[in-house]
C-alpha cells in the first residue's frame, strides 16, 4: 500500500473508519479536529522535552516529537465531555511512536474534566487502544462506538477487584471448581486479557462459567456476555441450563443470523453463526466472551473472530491438557505450556465425582472381515438377487459399515451384545447409563429402531 501522508491517511483511512463505528465526522457536537489542549501547565512541556530525550537516547526514532497542544479528534459525550482523543500518523509511521504525545494529551484533559479520556494511536491502517494508568496500549480491529465507550468508562468507574465478589455456592460449591474461578480471576488481576479453563466432561464447566460470570457481573467488570458454542445443542443448553438457570434475573437471547438484539446483557451463539455476523458488532461490543470446546474454535476462519474482539475472553474444553495443540495455549495467553486452571479426569475419579469405566471391545464377523459376496451364504446371497443386486460385486471392509452399508442383523447382534454385557439399572430390566456414538445420524435412528425391537421397554426418545 503507498505511503500517505497523515492528511490523507485522516481523509482515506480514518474517517471512513470512525464513520464506521458510528462517529459523525462532519457533526462539531460528535467529532472534533484538531483542537487544542488549553489549560495545560507550562512547566508540563519542559517535563515532557526531557522524557522524549531520553526515549530518543534509547532508541525511539526523532520523528517522535513534542505535542503541539493540538489533538488530531477528539470524541465528545452528549454533554461536551471529551471522552476519547485519537492521533493519527502517517501511514508509514508506527501508531505507538504517538505513546508520548497521546499520554501527554489525556493526563492535561483529565485535569480539565471528571475523568481521563481514553486514547486510539492509528496510521489508518493499525489501531492501538489505550485505557492510560490502566493497562497497556493493544491493537484492536477498528474504533469503538460512543456507546462501547461509555460502557467502558461506566465499568472504569464503577469496577471492583474480582477477589472481591464472593461465589455463589448455589451455582457452585466444589473445591475445584472454586480453585478454577479464583485461578481465572488471578489471571484477569495480574493484567492478563484471556484465560483457558481445562476440565473433565462431566464435571461441570457450564456451572462454573456461570459462576465466573456471575462474579463478573456483581464486581461491574463485564455488562455484555457472549456464550459461543459450536454447536446449536450446545448453544440452547447454555441458555437454558446456563444462564437462565443460574442468572435468572439479567435479560439473555441467542443471537441468530437474521436476528441481533443488542439491548439484553447475556448473549449465547453458535460459533457457525458468529463468524457469519461479527463484523456487524463493534469490536469492542462485548466485555467478556466464553469459547466452548475452544481448542476447535482457533483454526482457519474461526480464528478471525476470536482476533476481532477486544473482550477479555475464557476458553473451555474438556480435552486433556496433553492433547491440546500448543496453539490453544498460545491464543490464551498459557505462554508455558500449562492451562489457567487444570482439573483432570483422574482427578475427578479419584475425588469421587466421576467413575471410571472398563473397555469391553467387541466385533462382529462383519466388522472384522467386511462384507464380501464371495463369503455370504446362499441365503444372503439369494436375498440380495431379489433386491436386484449382484453378490459378487459386493465388496465392503469393515470400515465401511454404516457409511456405506448397513445390515439389519449385525446391528440386532451388537444390541443383544449390550444388553448381555451391560450394567442394568437398579430394576435390572434395562441397561445402565450407556452412551452410544453413531457413525451418522442415518445409523444412529437405525440403532435406535433396532434397540426399540430388541428391548421394547426403553423410553422414548426424550426429545
Known amino acids: 500500500m503507498p505511503d500517505r501522508n497523515e492528511a490523507k491517511t485522516r481523509k482515506e483511512l480514518i474517517d471512513p473508519a470512525l464513520k464506521k463505528a458510528g462517529w459523525d465526522v ?52 452528549p454533554n461536551g465531555e471529551i471522552i476519547a482523543v ?36 492509528t496510521n489508518g491502517q493499525e489501531i492501538q487502544f489505550w485505557d492510560v494508568g490502566q493497562a497497556n496500549p493493544r491493537l ?34 466444589r473445591a475445584y471448581q472454586i480453585q478454577a474461578i479464583r485461578r481465572t480471576t488471578e489471571a484477569f488481576e495480574q493484567g492478563k486479557r484471556k484465560a483457558l479453563l481445562v476440565m ?18 456483581s464486581t461491574n467488570q463485564a455488562r455484555r456476555i457472549l456464550f459461543v458454542a459450536d454447536r446449536n445443542a450446545l448453544v440452547d443448553q447454555s441458555l437454558r441450563e446456563g444462564f437462565r438457570a443460574h442468572i435468572p434475573d439479567e435479560p439473555s437471547t441467542w443471537i441468530r443470523s437474521y436476528k441481533i438484539d443488542t439491548s439484553n446483557r447475556l448473549y449465547v451463539v453458535s460459533l457457525q453463526t458468529l463468524s457469519n455476523i461479527f463484523q456487524r458488532f463493534t469490536p469492542a461490543f462485548f466485555d467478556l466472551i466464553i469459547f466452548d470446546e475452544v481448542h ?107 457409511t456405506k452399508v448397513s445390515n439389519r442383523d449385525t446391528l440386532r447382534k451388537q444390541w443383544e451384545e449390550v444388553w448381555q454385557v451391560s450394567l442394568k439399572d437398579q430394576s435390572g430390566q434395562l441397561p445402565g447409563k450407556t452412551i452410544v456414538f453413531a457413525m451418522t445420524q442415518g445409523h444412529a435412528l437405525r440403532l435406535l429402531k433396532c434397540l426399540r425391537r430388541c428391548i421394547p421397554s426403553i423410553p422414548a426418545w426424550p426429545r
Not at 474480582?162 to 457452585?172: V, Y
Not at 473433565?200 to 457481573?217: E, I, N
Not at 490453544?328 to 467413575?355: K, M, N, R, W
Open 200 to 217: 473433565a466432561t462431566g464435571t461441570g464447566k457450564t456451572r462454573t462459567v456461570m459462576s465466573l460470570v456471575d462474579v463478573f457481573l
Open 86 to 121: 485519537v492521533e493519527a500518523k502517517r501511514t508509514s509511521i508506527n501508531p505507538r511512536l504517538a505513546q508520548a504525545q497521546t499520554e501527554f494529551y489525556v493526563t492535561e484533559l483529565a485535569m480539565q474534566q471528571s475523568f481521563p479520556p481514553f486514547a486510539f494511536m
Open 140 to 173: 484492536v480491529q477498528g474504533f469503538f462506538s460512543p456507546l462501547d465507550l461509555e460502557n467502558l468508562l461506566f465499568l472504569r468507574q464503577n469496577k471492583r477487584p474480582l477477589s472481591e465478589a464472593p461465589i455463589n455456592t448455589s451455582i457452585t460449591d
Open 296 to 402: 476447535r474454535s482457533i483454526f482457519n476462519k474461526w480464528n478471525e473472530v476470536l482476533h476481532y474482539f477486544d473482550a477479555r475472553m475464557i476458553g473451555l474444553t474438556a480435552t486433556p491438557a496433553d492433547f491440546i495443540d500448543r496453539n490453544t495455549f498460545l491464543e490464551f495467553e498459557c505462554f508455558d505450556g500449562l492451562p489457567t486452571s487444570l482439573y483432570t479426569y483422574q482427578e475427578a475419579i479419584e475425588e469421587g465425582y466421576l467413575v471410571d469405566f472398563d473397555l469391553y471391545q467387541a466385533e462382529t464377523k462383519f466388522q472384522r472381515k467386511g462384507i464380501r459376496g464371495v463369503d455370504l451364504s446362499e441365503e444372503e446371497r439369494n436375498a440380495l438377487l431379489e433386491q436386484g443386486l449382484e453378490p459378487d460385486d459386493i465388496d465392503y471392509s469393515g470400515t465401511d459399515l454404516e
Open 26 to 77: 462532519d457533526d462539531e457536537d460528535q467529532v472534533g479536529i484538531e483542537i487544542p489542549v488549553d489549560g495545560f501547565d507550562p512547566q508540563a512541556w519542559q517535563r515532557l522535552e526531557v522524557k522524549l530525550n531520553r526515549l530518543r537516547q534509547t532508541g525511539v526514532p526523532y520523528n517522535v516529537t513534542l505535542p503541539a497542544g493540538v489533538s488530531d479528534y477528539v470524541l465528545y459525550r
